[in-house]
Nanobody, 126 residues
Framework: QLRLVESGGGLVQPGGSLRLSCVAS????????IGWFRQAPGKEREGVSC????????YYADFVKGRFTISRDDAKNTVHLQMDSLKPEDTAVYFC???????????????????WGQGTQVTVSS
């Protein structure tokens, strides 16, 4: 069974940091494109960052460039999202997703065809 499980969310003050993790089972992350998305209340899900499995290229949405870093730990079959200089507008449920067939995830496109995790809540507030 293909599965992704996120962890690492929580409550943090503005300017603080969090590190999200996404553990895969049933498939190997370094073979596919993996993305992080977020969805704030009342808003559509949006792409945050992506890493290509074939060449490790990384992509970031403009609103997180310079603050967030995506990385992969192949030994643990895990993708991380290091989030620094967090802002209140970063508050959302964060999801990881794997694009096994379509090669569209790094464009920020949201698709039900991806393998999705259940999400982890990130709240940035003083």
């Amino acid at each position: 069974q293909l599965r992704l499980v996120e962890s690492g969310g929580g409550l943090v003050q503005p300017g603080g940091s969090l590190r999200l993790s996404c553990v895969a089972s049933g498939f190997t992350l370094d073979q596919y494109k993996i993305g992080w998305f977020r969805q704030a209340p009342g808003k559509e899900r949006e792409g945050v960052s992506c890493m290509s499995g074939s060449d490790d290229r990384t992509y970031y949405a403009d609103f997180v460039k310079g603050r967030f870093t995506i990385s992969r730990d192949d030994a643990k079959n895990t993708v991380h999202l290091q989030m620094d200089s967090l802002k209140p507008e970063d508050t959302a449920v964060y999801f990881c997703a794997a694009d096994l067939f379509y090669h569209t995830i790094c464009s920020g496109r949201v698709s039900s065809a991806y393998v999705w995790g259940q999400g982890t809540q990130v709240t940035v507030s003083s």
